[in-house]
Structures are given as C-alpha cells and as structure tokens.
C-alpha cells in the first residue's frame, strides 16, 4: 500500500487541496480499485508519515476522516484497518494513458446520438412552496436556499464591469461556444480537483445554467421512451418530471438514514436492467441524508457489472458540518459510469446560474450538442467575471466564511425547533446541507398547517411533492424547511408564526 502511495506525486503548493485532502482522496481510490481489500491493516500513522516525509499530524488527520467517513475502522492497540463492512471487489486496471488515474476517459454505459424530442414545457414548481392569493409573506421557508445578502455579489459585479469596459468585451458580448467560457471551464476543472478529487480537463466540462439544464441534458442523452429509470423515495419533484418527459417508466427505491437502498437496486437489476438511476448521494434532497460508504461502493459495483449511468446530482456539496464534505462518487469512478452535475447556485446565490456537467469527452459533446438547440449558449460576461472570482480564490474565502455562518443558523434553528415545536414535530439534526427534514406527528396536516401559516405571514411547504410511488402511503405528512436564508432574529419570528400555525393541533 505505500509503495502505491510513493508513485503519487502530492502538491505542497495547494493547488490540489491540502495534504490530508489529498492522501484521503489516494486511499479511497486505492479501496474502490480492489488494491486495498476491507479488513487489510493500513500501516500507523508514524510509519506512513515516515515514508511520505509528511507531518505525522496530517496521516493522523487523514485516518480520522476516513472513519468518520466508514472507509476505515479503528481498533484498540490493534491499528487502523480499511473497513470490513465495504464489499470486497476485485482489483480494477486504470487507463493506460495515465496509470495513476482511478478513472477512465471513456464512457461505461452505451450512448445515445438520438435528436431531442420537443416536449411541452413544466410548470415552475416553486409555486409547490407558496399559496395564491394570499399576498407578499413576510417570511418564507424555501427548499434550501443560501442568503443572498451575504454572496459576494460586489466581486462579481466589479469582475463583470471590469471584462465589459476591457478590450475582449465585443468578443464577450458575442456568440461564443455551447460548451461555456473556455477560461471557466479550466479553472472549474482545477477547483473540482482541488475541492472534491475530480482529476477531469476542461474538454470534460459543460457549463449549464445551473444543475436542473444539466439533468435535462443527461435525460435528453440516455433516455428512450420506455426507458427504466431508478429514482429515490422520496426523491426530487423536478427531476422525476424531467425523466418523465423523455418518456422513461419511474421505479422507486426507498431512501433510509444511509440513503438509497441499494439492496433493492440490486433485486430489481436481476429483473430488469435500468438506462440510468439518479443518485444525490450528498444530502439527498428531500431528507438530507448522505450515502453511506459502503452502498457507495455498492452501487458503482452494479454499475459496472450491469452498464446502466449513474447521474450524480451534487447541488449542496459545499456545506457539511459534521466532517469535510465526502468526496463524489464520480472522483473514484474507474468505469466511467457518472455524469457528474452541480451549481454554484447554492454556494453563491440562486440567480446566479452557473451549474455543470462533468462527464467523458463523448458525453460532453453530445450534450454540448442538444444544449445549442434549447439555449445556444450561457452568458459569457458572467462566466468570465466567475472565472476570476475561481482564479482570486473570491469564491473558496465566500464559501468558507459563509460555511460558519451556516452552521450557526443550523444550530440555533434546531434549538428553536426543539423547543418551540417539538410537540408537534420530530426532526434529526442533518450532517450538512442548507434544510431540514421534518416529520409532523400523527394527525397534522402540512397542507393546514402552511394555509394557516400564509395567513400569518409565513409561506413554507404544504407537504406535497415529495412522494411519487402510486398507492403508497407516507406514514405522516413531512416538510423540508430551507434554515440558511433567514437570520436568528428571523428565523425566531418565523418559528413564532409557525407555532401560532399550529395552534389548532395542540395535543387537549
């Protein structure tokens, strides 16, 4: 395993993430390989250190997130071991082109070069979250939204002013390629690189306007009508409509606290093969829980086995609390099987839309090829100025200051759940992410609980649009409140109407 280690070439200048990011991200693509098998000891800390001539303190850093995480397990006076709980798979060969890369640049899965269906368009379902007719709320719960007031919209508009006086603003200010700003495209691939593992190039990227273009995108690709698509329960209301649009047939897989049950995935794949399942392994939206390692693992071991696509939707990467952010699973992909797609809409701000594709080369020019039809390219004055906030780490100093702001907003808003309502609502913490999932108790509507809101001043969820699976039944009515858009002053108003609300279902 240290001999594998030693052929790495780790960057000590930060441009690929710390040194512990990166000797994290080395070990997790030595166990998803097969080099590393569950249960094998992984040398000490002092040892590893010695070898690598690192500080002992980062390998010691390294092996902690690796067991929060579940890669790794810890034994007393016994040692760190790689995790008997992972599948054990057989060693996987890396691309000739370059042997110390986990992931191939070919696609593992058939492609479709099919011309786009038209389809009529969806409704906007943001309206899900408010009630007509009853006037400007004075507070909303949204779906997860970060502040705007806090995203560093001077450093952008400053970059933008600056590129629209400079001499290359006739050239911004006309056509330029469906792919987005070549500039923009190199320096996402560095920052994907040095923020989640992703080693990608430029020419595996397409810029989108924001992650919803770049689902629509993936479905217009893989999709037939009639096509089988996985999708998780509860799951997105936006993307269930997009796949169904391009005619696929929705099977359900039920998502628990480790996110989907890939025990089902696996049953459901001896019967029949899917085209695609769509994963949001990272604080899944509704219910925000993070996939865990081991089904991780899982999953891309049927996808290599069974050749369907794995469409990996990231939209809240950035804000983790309960440890660093876990890695996608398209960074330790070796078959080539996930489109990879993600925002800054929810790292900046929602108007902002720049979102992504990352995906093999073939992919990117087919998609690059249907996104000319329905939106001949994105805003190449935006794209610039976000490629210079990307270059004068603008947008990694916003992140992390805004990071801390969250997490606090977090906190005090469990607290005031806890207290205020918890006779009318359970909810668990989330590790990460910018909403929390809650569960009513028995007998509570959501659909009265948000009419009475809205007459108080208080738009939220009314609990739909959640779950899809016909003639299954939810338990109790839930709701997804977005905490990060409101202050503690606020939030504490906002928690107070949602109380008045509720009123009418306080326990006799």
Known sequence: MIEKLLEITFHKDGQRGSLYQQLESEIIQLICRGILKPGQALPSSRVLAERLGFNRKTVVATYEE???????????????????????????????????????????????????????????????????GTGKPQYKFDDGFPDPRIAPIEELVREYRRLGKGRFANKFLMYGPE?????????????????????????????????QMAIYLASQLLINPGDTVFVPEPGYFDANQTFKLAGAN??????????????????????????LIYIIPHHHRPTTVTLSAERRMRLMNLASKYGFALLEDDYDFDYHFASDPLFPLASVDPGGHIIYVGSFCKSIAPGIRIGFMVAPEAVINEAAAIRR??????????????????????????????????QKRLENTCRLLSEHLGEYLTFDKPNGGLAIWASYRDGI??????????????????????????HVSKPRDFIRMGYSSLDEKEMAEAVNIWKKALMPFSPK
């Open 66 to 132: 690796l067991n929060a995480q579940g890669w790794v397990e810890t034994k007393d006076r016994s040692g760190v071991y790689v995790s008997s709980q992972l599948p054990e798979i057989a060693v996987r060969k890396v691309s000739k082109d370059n042997e110390k890369l986990a992931r191939t640049r070919e696609p593992g899965y058939s492609l479709m070069t099919r011309q786009p269906f038209n389809y009529a368009t969806v409704d906007d379902q943001d309206g899900k979250l408010s009630l007509p």
């Open 179 to 211: 792919y987005g700003s070549f500039r923009l495209r190199v320096e996402l691939a560095k920052y994907l690189d040095r923020t989640r593992g992703l080693q990608v190039t430029e020419k595996e990227i397409l810029i989108t306007k924001g992650t």
């Open 250 to 275: 929705l099977v359900f897989i039920p998502v628990d606290k480790e996110g989907m049950d890939i025990d089902r995935i696996e049953e459901l794949c001896k019967q029949k093969v899917p085209r």
């Open 445 to 470: 509507s959501a659909g009265a609980v948000a009419r009475n809101a809205a007459k108080l001043g208080l738009r939220m969820s009314d609990g739909r649009n959640y779950f899809f699976e016909p």
């Open 373 to 406: 039809l329905i939106d001949r390219q994105g805003e190449q004055l935006l794209e610039e100025a976000t490629a210079e906030l990307l270059i004068a780490g603008d947008i990694s100093r916003h992140i992390k200051r805004s990071h801390k702001i969250y």
